[in-house]
């Protein structure tokens, strides 16, 4: 009799053992799988441009504020543009005469147009009210015809930076300022209100390095680009004309028949029109 109830006894400690370690065990299992996930998901929405990138010199614009601007440029729709009192009388075109080599210069809502063209350089500002929001039409159609020519001859094009707000472009001249002193950051970057990305008619393409002038694409981008109406804005040796550094990234929108003809010429913007690229 005592024999059997320790018997009976050992197998119900056994028992509940068993039954305590798979509980222990199936609430292991439960605490793993509600274990919030620590590593960062994939970005699948990232732009496959991006992964394509490779920054190996230095560059006036790190990869990290270029994608700051790209995602602040994402995040600059019309709708998110303010509606301000435009300081300037709207409409009305001012006659300013006309350039050192006679091209007629007009004012427009504190925008200066030189033959038509709207500028914007270190001479010419553009009012921090005016906010397109997004490359202007022409531009963005343009590109888009030279990029499907491009991929014909096995270069691929895309856009790095386009529209900059008057906001994002003194966010980004504060911080290189900071970064490297006014003197340096005004060799490379436009203060606000002077950078003609604020016009909607300049790209920054592929990567913004100087050895994007040796890629397949840089090549392709100098011969060609004038066919679909750009220009390289800031060509090498003419910084003491542009005001800036070489940018063999950056392309500026002025139509086919004016871009062959400063292709043609082999001058900059500033030295065809005749106008200056200085800070008063
Ligand atoms: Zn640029």
Known sequence: MRRKTTAFYSLTVAAVLLFS???VFAGTHNDETAAPITEPPLDT????EAKTEKHTEPTAETTA????????????????????????PSGVEIDKGTTSKGFKITEKDG????????IANKTY???STY????????????FNEMKQSAAEDGCELYISSGFRSYTLQKSLYERYCARDGKAAADRYSARPGNSEHQTGYAIDLNTITYSFADTTEGKWV????????FILRYPEDKESITGYRYEPWHIRYVGI????????????????????SRYE
């Open 45 to 48: 929405s990232a732009p496959t």
């Open 65 to 88: 504020e270029k994608q700051t601007e790209e995602a602040a440029t994402r995040r600059e729709t019309p709708s998110s543009v303010p509606v301000t009192q435009s300081p300037y």
């Open 125 to 127: 500002s553009v009012p």
């Open 257 to 276: 028949s004016l871009a062959t003809d400063i292709y043609n010429s082999g001058l900059c913007l500033e030295e065809y029109f005749g106008i200056t």
């Open 111 to 118: 925008i200066t147009y030189i033959d038509g063209i709207m």
């Open 131 to 142: 906010n397109p929001g997004r490359l202007a039409a022409d531009c963005q159609a343009a």
């Open 222 to 229: 100098a011969a060609n680009c004038y066919k679909y109406g």
């Open 21 to 23: 370690a798979c509980s």
